[in-house]
């Protein structure tokens, strides 16, 4: 793998992406918190934006890495999604996906978790498609754009002992 950062392609800030949703009552769990999987289902959704943005394509989900929920969501309070292309790879990219809760009566936000999506672009046929490279400028982009890489060989790897098993 390569880890020369690009000199071409498309700032991260242009596939930056925000989604925000109440929540409400109607995705509550027994404990009276937001469905896990309503969470999953929106960093997909911030995700999908944000790779869809940066390819200026259709884009598929391919993988999920793990999701550690840190604190519970309480229906009423705001969730925050912001999204962001971390690195290309021909084809396909990595989305990282920090998720957000806001007290609305408080102001007060706190970070509940975060994810690593993998998308591959594809045309109308579902075929793959190239994807322009991820020009990170900041040192946080670039910091997330080595770990991207770091990532990849760890997901990879998984992929690979799961196709032998």
């Known amino acids: 793998m390569d880890d020369i950062l690009p000199v071409e392609g498309r700032a991260v800030s ?15 769990n027994p404990l009276g918190n937001l469905l896990g999987g309503r969470v999953m289902h929106l960093v997909d959704i911030a995700a999908a934006l944000a790779a869809m943005r940066h390819a200026r394509n259709a884009v598929v989900t391919a993988s999920v890495d793990y999701m550690t929920f840190l604190y519970p969501v309480h229906i009423g309070e705001l969730v925050i999604l912001r999204a962001s292309v971390n690195r ?10 920090r998720v957000l809760v806001e007290n609305l009566t408080t102001g007060e ?11 591959v672009a594809i045309d109308e046929a579902g075929g793959k498609v190239p994807v322009p490279q991820v020009v990170p400028r900041t040192t946080d982009e670039i910091r997330r754009w080595h770990k991207a890489g770091e990532r990849r060989r760890t997901r990879l790897e998984m992929r690979a002992k799961a196709k032998r098993d």
């Open 109 to 119: 936000q706190r970070h509940t978790s975060s994810a690593y999506l993998t998308f």
């Open 88 to 97: 290309v790879f021909q084809t396909s990219m990595e989305v990282g996906v």
């Open 14 to 28: 242009e596939s930056a992406s925000e989604v925000s949703e109440m929540a409400l009552p109607i995705y509550a």
